[in-house]
């Protein structure tokens, strides 16, 4: 059997709810090789639950997906919020951290993950936004591929604006392939098209999850079900594309036993050693 290239963090992964914590203390399943937190749910705990999660940390890889950067907002970034992910991120040893393409503030906080408009100017103001952030942490971060409702302003199409954004900022991909799978439906492409166009080796580590089917034609981006077929089907081609990259399991919500969860994170193990061997074989 070929060996999977292995990431600095590994290989599967699962979202570190609260929910778990008593269940994942007592024994890390085998099937986890790294687990991932929002560093703005972490960063002031105190008492127990600080405690337990430096325990983890202490013992497990853990990457941060972050929640409030608002990186394509027009007020300015909160540095001191960027230099105390840096402090958080030295005391628990963070793999990497990863933001969303979008926004969340304005002259307030909104609590939700706004679309960035699809235009020239917007990649002019967003990558210096992030190449600041970069310098400050002293590392690349990875954006992440969202999912959006709505495209104000479009000029140009979201995987020419994604890849433009990823190219000038100089920083990694946090492949969501269940985004990808959403956007498809909810504004008519082809998720394939989408997916072998992004660039390769800008893929930090990857995504799925569930969603939520509205209508026929809207699908609403939950992490609350388990993964579906189409999904599943959307990461065997990411793996055909882009090569094995690390892949983590969302669930926010409707959170059942991390027995169930594994076996999701089973598939994400099975499709990885599929295309491993066929990448084997191909190069023998």
Not at 30 to 40: G, L
Not at 104 to 124: N, Q, R, V, W
Request: aromatic fraction near 8%; proline fraction near 4%; charge should be negative.
């Amino acid at each position: 059997m070929a060996e999977m290239k292995q990431d600095e963090f590994g290989m599967v992964g699962l979202g570190l709810r609260r929910e778990m914590l008593d269940e994942l203390l007592t024994q890390i399943p085998s099937q986890i090789d790294f687990m991932e937190v929002a560093p703005e749910n972490w960063l002031k705990l105190g008492g127990r639950f600080a405690k337990q999660f430096k325990q983890l940390t202490d013992k497990n890889n853990f990457v941060c997906h972050g929640l409030s950067l608002s990186i394509g907002s027009a007020e300015p970034l909160d540095i001191e919020f960027v230099k105390s992910l840096k402090v958080f991120f030295d005391t628990h040893n963070i793999k990497l951290f990863s933001e969303h393409l979008s926004y969340c503030s304005g002259s307030g906080h909104m609590y939700d993950l706004m679309p960035i408009p699809f235009t020239e100017e917007a990649i002019k103001h967003v990558v210096p936004r992030i190449k600041q952030v970069q310098d400050i942490l002293e590392q690349q971060i990875a954006i992440e591929n969202v999912s959006y409702y709505a495209a104000p302003d479009q000029q140009i199409s979201e995987l020419d604006f994604t890849n433009e954004v990823l190219q000038q900022a100089d920083c990694k991909l946090l492949l969501d392939v269940n985004n990808i799978y959403v956007n498809s439906i909810n504004h008519g492409y082809d998720s394939a098209h989408f997916l072998a166009n992004l660039p390769s080796h800008r893929i930090a580590y990857g995504h799925v999850a569930g969603h939520y089917n509205e209508a026929d034609d809207l699908i609403i981006d939950t992490h609350g079900a388990n993964v579906i077929d189409p999904v599943w089907h959307l990461l065997d081609l990411a793996y055909q594309h882009h090569g094995v990259f690390p892949t983590l399991l969302e669930r926010d919500f409707n959170i059942p036993s991390v027995a169930e969860l594994i076996k999701e994170l089973d598939i994400i193990h099975q499709l990885q050693v599929k295309h491993a061997i066929t990448e084997n074989k191909e190069s023998a």
